[in-house]
């Protein structure tokens, strides 16, 4: 969550120094609100990145942005010079696009987003009471917003653990919920908030005793590495 008007911020840092001021909205867009996170946040980028809920996960993603920027790359101009050439084997293909317009039309609908915030609220309560009730709240934190909530695994020190990370993931799929990450979806509702607070609450008492006795103890397989990392 961006602190001080973070954003407000490095937006004006842009414009005084004549750099364009671009957002990432590749996971936020579509979830935060129809109109992304920068409607969210009341920031408005010189260009930005849409994609992922986009089309609910169909291969299309989309560049958008001020107009004066956005016409560099056109067409449109007779006799304006071309600034990049573009050209995609598969460009033509449609089925992308078919899905970026019906989902679209099913999240105005259905009031996904609604949802999707309304749901990742009372999941993040579940989660810090069933912390609070396994005695592992200060090691296992809820974060986020509540569309797209997350958490840290703590060691007794304060310090994040991958193994801790590892041994939760591992213990959720043995409950039956695969959740290394929060991935909210308009499917989830009621039902699945159940089940996911009872492999909570079986998962958190292992990661309690991991906790006094030490996660070595109760990791059989390697933990779980960042994605991005500078060795393998």
């Known amino acids: 969550e961006p602190k001080e008007?973070?954003?407000?911020?490095?937006k004006e840092l842009c414009a005084r120094n004549g750099i364009v001021f671009i957002l990432d909205e590749m996971i936020t867009g579509f979830r935060w609100h129809l109109k992304g996170a920068q409607h969210y946040y009341g920031v408005t980028p010189d260009l930005c990145t849409f994609g992922k809920a986009m089309a609910n996960g169909y291969s299309v993603s989309c560049i958008a942005g001020r107009r004066e920027i956005m016409e560099l790359g056109s067409i449109h101009n007779e006799g304006a010079e071309r600034l990049f050439l573009l050209s995609t084997t598969h460009g033509g293909e449609m089925a992308g696009?078919?899905?970026?317009?019906e989902t679209?039309?099913?999240?105005?609908?259905?009031?996904?987003?609604?949802?999707?915030?309304?749901?990742?609220r009372k999941l993040m309560n579940m989660m810090r009471r069933v912390a609070e009730h396994q005695g592992v709240a200060e090691c296992f934190k809820v974060c986020g917003v509540p569309c797209s909530p997350n958490y840290l695994t703590l060691d007794a020190e304060g310090s994040a653990s991958l193994p801790l990370r590892t041994l939760f993931s591992r213990e959720m799929l043995r409950n039956g919920v695969l959740m290394p990450w929060i991935a909210l979806s308009w499917r989830h509702g009621d039902e699945e908030l159940q089940i996911t607070e009872k492999a909570l609450d079986a998962a958190l008492s292992v990661y309690r005793k991991a906790l006094e006795d030490g996660v070595e103890r109760y990791l059989d397989e390697p933990a779980i590495k960042p994605v991005f990392r500078k060795y393998n």
Request: charged share 20%; proline share 0%.
């Open 5 to 10: 008007n973070f954003l407000q911020k490095v």
């Open 104 to 120: 679209v039309a099913f999240i105005r609908r259905n009031g996904v987003v609604e949802h999707l915030w309304e749901y990742g």
């Open 97 to 101: 696009l078919g899905a970026f317009v």
